[in-house]
């Protein structure tokens, strides 16, 4: 196997210096801008995508890696929402089958009709699934329930209920999108920051960004401009406004949603707890990962966006306690592994809605009266189906000429396979041989890592600083952040051989040490 792409940062900011008028230039690199990067470029447009930091490295790195209908969102009288996101489910499994897979979930039971009610609720949800279900919804004993969460607690258990979904690598399948964009042809760009925007007789013509490595200015031109810039989307919105408009409504209302990794002991299982309604009224997971267990999420409202989010005292010790009331032993902070939050980019209600777990998780396409398109809300299940609506909301503004129709749902991601490799390999797919010979391909740095991902990450995946390799090539950061820390300098180490910019290893320390110690 070859690699196809280009991923040379040299190569990518020659054709970024050139006249072109591009067709789609787009801000952000996170799950909604890289896939209407892919969209958009498989349907044969000009495509350039910028990211002022790495891919994925806010929210689209800091999901509960699910792909899901959202049993919540079911219970909210979402259907179509839920009916979509099955769908699309589907898609992401046959399309990325290295980086997705199915999971079974199990919800104890401690009344009977707790058992009876979320049994008649699953059994819609799998309904609505059709022909996509992966699995029938089962009625579980006490004692089945105990096979299959060997830890939950025993006391009052009546038995229990079995759904299935699936779980995915956030980071790497944006990083697969980001490849396979760049396959089709499209230029895109980590470490690329925009400034300001570029209008012409009233109307958007592009932006200027900097190459933050270099200092370099660009000045990209194109006919349709996407903001895609999550939590950050209103104020790309106010730079676009004339001076004097009306006064600005905000679309974006954040929520930080905390995430804890334990060791795998607190529950030495296959199968995921799910509690459907924790004392706050939201759903908490508790989610075999890469080998540890991953607990969350919260929905706290955030005023403001921050860059790096961190997790607050109270956030931390809610999850511990909720978790605790269904485990035995009950994890404390001590055992925390890693801690992270990141911000979700709801569409802010017409309502006074105050609950951001109330808050739909639908998207919402504005285009302003320059022609900026911007992109807020969703989900990552349906990433793609926001690709679409989003280039459809082109087309229907006169921003771009139709040429094909979308592609994306038979568009198979880089390293897709099904013969999947195992282990730490199972994350390159059809790549792992490529992998597999780079030098220090036997030369481990830390356990699941080794100097040959490294020089792969540098090469063919975008990774440019510590942070980039420990945190979403591999996923050492959000596993066990100490660990992390301990095999950085060798990896900073490999990088400078490899790339001309700083590894920023000291950025990377104190990161780590963030997430060790929240809070």
């Known amino acids: 196997m070859t690699l196809k792409e280009t991923t040379r940062r040299e190569e990518l900011l020659g054709r970024l210096a050139s006249s072109t008028v591009w067709d789609v230039a787009i801000i952000g690199g996170g799950a909604t801008g890289l896939g209407v990067a892919l969209d958009a470029a498989s349907r044969g447009h000009s495509v350039v995508l910028v990211e002022a930091r790495d891919f994925a490295k806010g929210t689209s790195s800091r999901a509960t890696k699910l792909l899901h209908g959202g049993v919540r969102y079911l219970a909210q009288g979402n259907v179509r929402l839920v009916y979509e996101a099955l769908a699309e489910r589907a898609v992401i499994l046959r399309n990325a089958p290295h980086l997705a897979k199915r999971l079974p979930f199990v919800i104890p039971a401690y009344r009977r009709w707790d058992r009876f009610f979320y049994g008649l609720g699953l059994t819609a949800y799998g309904f609505l699934a059709g022909r996509r279900s992966l699995g029938r919804t089962q009625w579980l004993s006490a004692e089945e329930t105990l096979r299959a969460l060997p830890t939950v607690r025993q006391e009052g258990l009546v038995g229990g209920i079995r759904y299935w979904d699936a779980q995915f690598d956030d980071a790497r399948l944006a990083l697969a999108l980001a490849r396979t964009a760049a396959q089709q042809g499209a230029v895109v760009l980590n470490y690329c920051a925009v400034g300001d925007l570029l209008h012409e007789g009233g109307r958007i013509a592009g932006f200027a960004c900097t190459d933050q490595e270099t200092g370099k200015r660009y000045d990209v031109r194109a006919r349709c401009v996407v903001n895609a810039t999550g939590v950050w989307a209103d104020t790309m919105r106010k730079a676009d406004a004339p001076s004097g408009a009306d006064a600005f409504k905000d679309r974006v209302q954040p929520s930080r949603g905390t995430h804890l990794v334990l060791d795998s002991k607190f529950l030495p299982s296959q199968e995921a707890l799910m509690v459907p309604k924790t004392s706050d009224g939201r759903v908490l997971f508790a989610i075999p990962w890469q080998g540890k267990l991953l607990a969350g999420t919260t929905d706290v409202p955030t005023p403001t966006a921050d860059a790096d989010p961190q997790a607050t005292k109270d956030e931390i010790g809610f999850i511990l306690k909720e978790l605790g009331q269904f485990l035995d032993p009950k994890p404390t902070r001590d055992d925390v592994l890693s801690i992270w939050a ?135 950061l959000f596993l066990d952040a100490r660990l992390a820390s301990r095999c950085a300098n060798r990896v900073a180490e490999i990088l400078r051989e490899e790339v001309s910019s700083d590894p920023a290893l000291s950025e990377f320390q104190k990161l780590a040490t963030q997430y060790a110690r929240a809070a």
């Open 342 to 476: 990141g911000l979700r980019p709801l569409v802010r209600p017409d309502s006074n809605e105050t609950a951001t777990k109330k808050i739909s998780r639908e998207h919402d396409i504005l285009v302003s009266a320059t022609g900026l398109v911007t992109v807020t809300g969703g989900k990552w299940t349906t990433y793609r189906v926001i690709a679409s609506d989003t280039l459809d909301a082109c087309y229907e503004h006169g921003l771009l000429d139709k040429s094909k129709d979308c592609r994306t749902e038979e568009l198979r991601l880089v390293g897709a396979t099904d013969q999947l490799p195992s282990g730490a390999l199972l994350r390159y797919g059809a790549e792992a041989g490529l992998v597999q010979q780079m030098p220090g391909a036997h030369t481990e740095l830390c356990p699941g890592l080794t100097e040959a991902m490294v020089r792969f990450a540098a090469r063919h995946e975008f990774a440019r600083t510590v942070d980039d390799v420990l945190a979403r090539r591999v996923r050492l």
